[in-house]
């Protein structure tokens, strides 16, 4: 499973809890999305997921942006994903930059909204905001491979099933 989340917004911890922890902890691969804020938050999710693939994000202080960087290419489970903070242009933006890195998936968070949007040949994920919702539902997304197909759900932390979604791999 690849568990997939963004904007923690935290001085000091993680910030995960119920469901949102669970999959963190039981994630072969975890995505972050950035704005982790603080180093201690950074090295919280490290501990609790050594595979950790991440960006910083626009609220990170300068010590994160030094470890991370604001944009990342990755593979999973035959996936091309695309990994950003936010970019500007809305969505159109988000799908140029992911077409621009050949992928099926673009990753992103800053808006603190979960939501999937698909176009023609790619599919957005914006996890939302596990910690800090900011008047949106508290989210991550969970990401499972089955045949030749990945199967997705983003969830609250208390394990309710927002929304469901499909890529081909």
Do not use: Q, Y
């Amino acid at each position: 499973m690849l568990a997939v989340v963004s904007d923690t917004h935290s001085t000091e911890a993680h910030a995960l809890t119920g469901r949102t922890l669970a999959a963190v902890r039981d994630a072969e691969r975890v995505i972050h999305a950035g704005d982790f804020t603080s180093v201690s938050a950074l090295d919280a999710f490290h501990a609790e997921a050594p595979r950790l693939d991440a960006v910083h994000g626009n609220a990170d202080e300068s010590a994160v942006r030094d470890r991370l960087p604001a944009a990342r290419t990755l593979e999973w489970e035959g996936l091309r994903i695309a990994l950003t903070h936010r970019r500007d242009g809305g969505p159109t933006g988000l799908a140029m930059f992911g077409r621009e890195r050949g992928a099926d998936l673009v990753v992103s968070g800053h808006t603190h909204a979960p939501g999937v949007t698909r176009t023609d040949d790619l599919v957005l994920l914006n996890p939302g905001s596990h910690a800090d919702p900011r008047g949106n539902r508290p989210a991550h997304a969970e990401l499972e491979a089955i045949d030749n197909e990945v199967r997705g759900r983003l969830r609250r932390p208390d394990g309710t099933v927002l929304e469901e979604f499909s890529i081909r791999a």
